[in-house]
């Protein structure tokens, strides 16, 4: 499938580093992501996955290195914002206002009106199961996995280029979970969507990403281009990992 | 398990992420809670001598007495308004092996440790111990007086619990208590029955028998069991621990659309306003502010200090751009990486701010116009205080906003409510009100009222005429702020 798309770039990272307190959590060397990959960024709590992707919509000033978005310098300029979107967490969300409401705010920075935003809300009636649209609730009366619905779908209003959902699975319940899988693979093959995934569970990345990039402390450890037998592969590796981690810290006790 | 509870206290009071932050405001709070002890110290104090002076044929105990009644009806005013029985911390508690009615005695007694349990102390033993030295009252009587009046206090602190449960969230509930106060005070007035006189007499009662004192403490322990009662009844997470979920109905201000690309930033910032407690209470604050001049225009001592009209022009027509002015962006704090990764231009986000807030300075000028009734003077500088305002002020104000990096929870009461308050606030302050109001008094001290209107206006126009090189600058300060400003946005907690 990825062979019909024209490949070129359209993120690209390079010699991105971030350090807190000199501590660095994040270092990538270089790093390219073409048009119309649905990529997914796996790895541990702490691995840099949150900060990759603030460092990637400008959120946090990178300590060396620069994100390229369709080759704009996105700590430089605010050209890439109109084919970008994103949903990270409750932060993306304004609390006082209802579902719908929301929707026609973010449909009124992408040029889309009343009408478009409804439109494209209908083909999520089976998304929101009802629990969204047409409650007479605000958004921060919502329960945590319909406020990540709304989030994600609001992220992709407007048909944008690029999409960066960070752990769009987690609260969600496992219908959603499996309709939000379908919607994904839907858009990564009908469309030229690049889509960014980061999640801590290997089946769900695994189900919906053409590549996956394993972060581990802050480097990019392993980079697999999605096969049958990728998750095995994923699974011995945090496995291993851990496995190795209790060695090392039982050793450690030992002395 | 009481131990822990204080431990746990004494930690959440240290470690509390504001504590290293605001300092500054920690110690403006400390100097305030000073203050107060202060004067009611000495109010306990001269209290005696005072009453004694001013009323020489009374006796001051027994104004005190009467008195009483209205000062605990007013203290439980305060209270309303200011004091809250600390549920919501309890909640991480409710999984744990505690009973429930441990928690809840703990609750109860914890708030008797407030700052407003302490400050009539200040005020009760010292006036008590002069009337015992003064009057040559028994020892045991006024012991029995003192107690008597702080077992009341303490009543009016579990009073003041059971009485938010009911009528916090719906304030219509309180009329006919309301009602019935004004029936008892007309009833006072024109000397059919009064309650005061009903108080004091029991006052006086336990002057005579102190043993009476037992009756308030007795008052204090029924208050104390049903304030228990209700909390142990509601001690669920449905019930009062989870937060009321409102009926949301979904609006769009159509009529905004004519004001083109900054028209869906309008529509969000009056759902803002109207939708969250903290930012609607700004609304009838300025509409309150508006009687401001009243203070100050018909006052002989002002009509020769002209300057003063200035601040009150500037306070005036521009009290909202002030009071929403200043924690401006911080509104949007919940949801600033959001509108920072959104298709926003900044620009258009901050023109937004500054239309809607000039729209307040045009309405509330026009709401001040009835004041030329004190002579055109004041309608004049009024005018030119709102073109000021608008031209100079606005920009000012947004400007500083760049440097705002402290969170607001929209949902929480205005207050007393020092939340998103940096040193930012208090330095604007000074350009806003002191520089127009000195540009003012020079001009008008060595030149003419003319040339000093003429000139606060005309520092305004020229402001106006370059409003866009000047947003232009202002948004290049959120740009070079951004990160801090995200950062800081994200830290909760007080």
């Given at each position: 499938?990825?062979?019909?798309?024209p490949?070129?770039?359209?993120?690209?990272?390079?010699?991105?580093?971030?350090?807190?307190?000199?501590?660095?959590?994040?270092?990538?060397?270089?790093?390219?992501?073409?048009?119309?990959?649905?990529?997914?960024?796996?790895?541990?709590?702490?691995?840099?996955?949150?900060?990759?992707?603030?460092?990637?919509?400008?959120?946090?000033?990178?300590?060396?290195?620069?994100?390229?978005?369709?080759?704009?310098?996105?700590?430089?300029?605010?050209?890439?914002?109109?084919f970008?979107?994103?949903?990270?967490?409750?932060?993306?969300?304004?609390?006082?206002?209802?579902?719908?409401?929301?929707?026609?705010?973010?449909?009124?920075?992408?040029?889309?009106?009343?009408?478009?935003?409804?439109?494209?809300?209908?083909?999520?009636?089976?998304?929101?199961?009802?629990?969204?649209?047409?409650?007479?609730?605000?958004?921060?009366?919502?329960s945590?996995?319909?406020?990540?619905?709304?989030?994600?779908?609001?992220?992709?209003?407007?048909?944008?280029?690029?999409?960066?959902?960070?752990?769009?699975?987690?609260n969600?319940?496992?219908?959603?979970?499996i309709?939000?899988?379908?919607?994904?693979?839907?858009?990564?093959?009908?469309?030229?969507?690049?889509?960014?995934?980061?999640?801590?569970?290997?089946?769900?990345?695994t189900?919906?990403?053409?590549?996956?990039?394993?972060?581990?402390?802050?480097?990019?450890?392993?980079?697999?281009?999605?096969?049958?037998?990728?998750?095995?592969?994923?699974?011995?590796?945090f496995a291993?990992?851990?496995?190795?981690?209790?060695?090392?810290?039982?050793?450690?006790?030992?002395? | 398990?009481?131990?822990?509870?204080?431990?746990?206290?004494?930690?959440?009071?240290?470690?509390?992420?504001?504590?290293?932050?605001?300092?500054?405001?920690?110690?403006?709070?400390?100097?305030?809670?000073?203050?107060?002890?202060?004067?009611?110290?000495?109010?306990?104090?001269?209290?005696?001598?005072?009453l004694?002076?001013?009323?020489?044929?009374?006796?001051?105990?027994?104004?005190?007495?009467?008195?009483?009644?209205?000062?605990?009806?007013?203290?439980?005013?305060?209270?309303?308004?200011?004091?809250?029985?600390?549920v919501m911390?309890?909640?991480?508690?409710?999984?744990?092996?505690?009973?429930?009615?441990?928690?809840?005695?703990?609750?109860?007694?914890?708030?008797?440790?407030?700052f407003?349990?302490?400050?009539?102390?200040?005020?009760?033993?010292p006036?008590?111990?002069?009337?015992?030295?003064?009057?040559?009252?028994?020892?045991?009587?006024?012991?029995?007086?003192?107690?008597?009046?702080?077992?009341?206090?303490?009543?009016?602190?579990?009073?003041?619990?059971?009485?938010?449960?009911k009528?916090?969230?719906?304030?219509?509930?309180?009329?006919?208590?309301v009602?019935?106060?004004?029936?008892?005070?007309?009833?006072?007035?024109?000397?059919?029955?009064?309650?005061?006189?009903?108080?004091?007499?029991?006052?006086?009662?336990?002057?005579?028998?102190?043993?009476?004192?037992?009756?308030?403490?007795?008052?204090?322990?029924?208050?104390?069991?049903?304030?228990?009662?209700?909390?142990?009844?509601?001690?669920?997470?449905?019930?009062?621990?989870?937060g009321?979920?409102?009926?949301?109905?979904?609006?769009?201000?159509?009529?905004?659309?004519?004001?083109?690309?900054?028209?869906?930033?309008?529509?969000?910032?009056?759902?803002?306003?109207?939708?969250?407690?903290r930012?609607?209470?700004?609304?009838?604050?300025?509409?309150?502010?508006?009687?401001?001049?009243?203070?100050?225009?018909?006052?002989?001592?002002?009509?020769?200090?002209?300057?003063?009209?200035?601040?009150?022009?500037?306070?005036?027509?521009?009290?909202?751009m002030?009071?929403?002015?200043?924690?401006?962006?911080?509104?949007?704090?919940?949801?600033?990486?959001?509108?920072?990764s959104?298709?926003?231009?900044?620009?258009?986000?901050?023109?937004?701010?500054?239309?809607?807030?000039?729209?307040?300075?045009?309405?509330?000028t026009?709401?001040?116009?009835?004041?030329?009734?004190?002579?055109?003077?004041?309608?004049?500088?009024?005018?030119?205080?709102?073109?000021?305002?608008?031209?100079?002020n606005?920009?000012?104000?947004?400007?500083?906003?760049?440097?705002?990096?402290?969170?607001?929870?929209?949902?929480?009461?205005?207050?007393?409510?020092?939340?998103?308050?940096?040193?930012?606030?208090?330095l604007?302050?000074?350009?806003?009100?002191?520089?127009?109001?000195?540009?003012?008094?020079?001009?008008?001290?060595?030149?003419?009222?003319?040339?000093?209107?003429?000139?606060?206006?005309?520092l305004?126009?020229?402001?106006?005429?370059f409003r866009?090189?000047?947003?232009?600058?202002?948004?290049?300060?959120?740009?070079k702020?951004?990160?801090?400003?995200?950062?800081?946005f994200?830290?909760?907690?007080?």
């Amino acid at each position: 499938m990825a062979l019909n798309k024209p490949v070129n770039k359209m993120i690209t990272v390079t010699n991105l580093s971030k350090v807190y307190n000199g501590t660095c959590v994040l270092n990538i060397e270089h790093l390219e992501i073409p048009r119309g990959q649905s990529f997914g960024l796996v790895g541990n709590n702490g691995a840099g996955k949150t900060t990759f992707f603030s460092l990637l919509l400008d959120l946090i000033q990178p300590t060396t290195g620069n994100v390229f978005n369709n080759e704009i310098t996105v700590s430089q300029s605010e050209e890439w914002k109109p084919f970008t979107s994103s949903f990270i967490d409750e932060s993306f969300l304004i609390g006082y206002l209802t579902p719908e409401e929301y929707f026609n705010f973010v449909g009124d920075l992408r040029n889309r009106n009343k009408a478009d935003v409804a439109a494209f809300l209908q083909n999520f009636e089976d998304f929101f199961n009802g629990e969204i649209l047409g409650r007479n609730k605000y958004l921060r009366d919502l329960s945590k996995g319909n406020q990540k619905k709304a989030g994600i779908v609001a992220a992709l209003i407007g048909e944008p280029e690029v999409v960066i959902l960070d752990e769009p699975f987690a609260n969600l319940d496992p219908t959603t979970q499996i309709r939000l899988k379908a919607l994904i693979r839907e858009l990564s093959e009908k469309s030229e969507m690049t889509i960014l995934i980061s999640s801590h569970d290997l089946i769900h990345v695994t189900e919906v990403c053409e590549r996956i990039v394993v972060l581990d402390k802050g480097l990019v450890v392993n980079d697999i281009k999605t096969s049958e037998a990728t998750l095995k592969e994923l699974e011995q590796y945090f496995a291993g990992g851990y496995a190795k981690e209790v060695k090392e810290s039982s050793q450690a006790e030992n002395i | 398990m009481y131990r822990r509870f204080i431990s746990l206290q004494w930690k959440a009071f240290f470690r509390s992420a504001s504590l290293g932050r605001s300092l500054g405001l920690k110690i403006f709070m400390a100097f305030i809670a000073i203050y107060f002890a202060i004067v009611f110290l000495l109010l306990g104090v001269g209290l005696y001598p005072l009453l004694k002076e001013a009323l020489p044929e009374q006796e001051p105990l027994n104004i005190v007495n009467r008195w009483l009644l209205i000062y605990l009806g007013l203290e439980l005013m305060m209270r309303f308004f200011l004091q809250t029985l600390p549920v919501m911390t309890v909640k991480p508690l409710l999984t744990f092996p505690i009973p429930r009615k441990k928690v809840v005695n703990y609750m109860l007694l914890q708030s008797l440790f407030s700052f407003f349990n302490f400050l009539p102390l200040l005020l009760i033993v010292p006036f008590a111990v002069f009337t015992a030295y003064k009057e040559d009252a028994s020892a045991a009587a006024m012991v029995g007086w003192a107690v008597a009046v702080y077992g009341l206090v303490l009543c009016v602190n579990y009073m003041n619990f059971l009485l938010k449960k009911k009528f916090a969230d719906n304030l219509k509930a309180l009329l006919p208590y309301v009602v019935a106060i004004l029936v008892l005070y007309a009833l006072e007035r024109f000397e059919i029955f009064g309650i005061t006189e009903l108080v004091a007499s029991g006052m006086e009662a336990v002057l005579e028998m102190p043993f009476l004192a037992v009756i308030p403490l007795l008052l204090l322990i029924a208050l104390y069991k049903w304030n228990q009662n209700v909390l142990l009844k509601r001690f669920y997470l449905d019930e009062s621990l989870k937060g009321k979920v409102t009926e949301a109905r979904s609006q769009d201000f159509q009529w905004l659309r004519k004001f083109g690309n900054i028209a869906p930033f309008l529509q969000l910032d009056l759902k803002l306003i109207w939708r969250n407690k903290r930012p609607r209470s700004l609304i009838f604050i300025s509409l309150l502010i508006m009687g401001y001049g009243m203070i100050f225009y018909p006052n002989d001592a002002y009509q020769d200090m002209q300057a003063f009209f200035v601040f009150v022009g500037i306070f005036m027509t521009g009290i909202f751009m002030i009071n929403f002015g200043q924690f401006i962006p911080a509104w949007d704090s919940s949801y600033y990486s959001m509108m920072m990764s959104q298709n926003i231009p900044l620009k258009q986000y901050l023109n937004s701010k500054a239309a809607l807030i000039i729209f307040s300075i045009v309405l509330l000028t026009i709401l001040t116009t009835p004041y030329v009734y004190f002579g055109y003077n004041v309608l004049i500088i009024n005018l030119a205080c709102a073109v000021y305002n608008i031209g100079v002020n606005v920009p000012i104000l947004l400007l500083a906003g760049s440097y705002n990096r402290k969170r607001i929870d929209l949902e929480k009461s205005p207050f007393m409510n020092y939340q998103g308050t940096g040193a930012a606030q208090w330095l604007i302050a000074i350009p806003l009100m002191v520089i127009p109001i000195i540009i003012f008094w020079l001009l008008n001290k060595f030149i003419s009222f003319e040339v000093a209107v003429i000139t606060l206006a005309a520092l305004g126009f020229i402001g106006i005429l370059f409003r866009s090189v000047i947003m232009d600058m202002v948004a290049q300060s959120y740009k070079k702020n951004k990160y801090a400003m995200i950062n800081g946005f994200k830290q909760t907690g007080e």
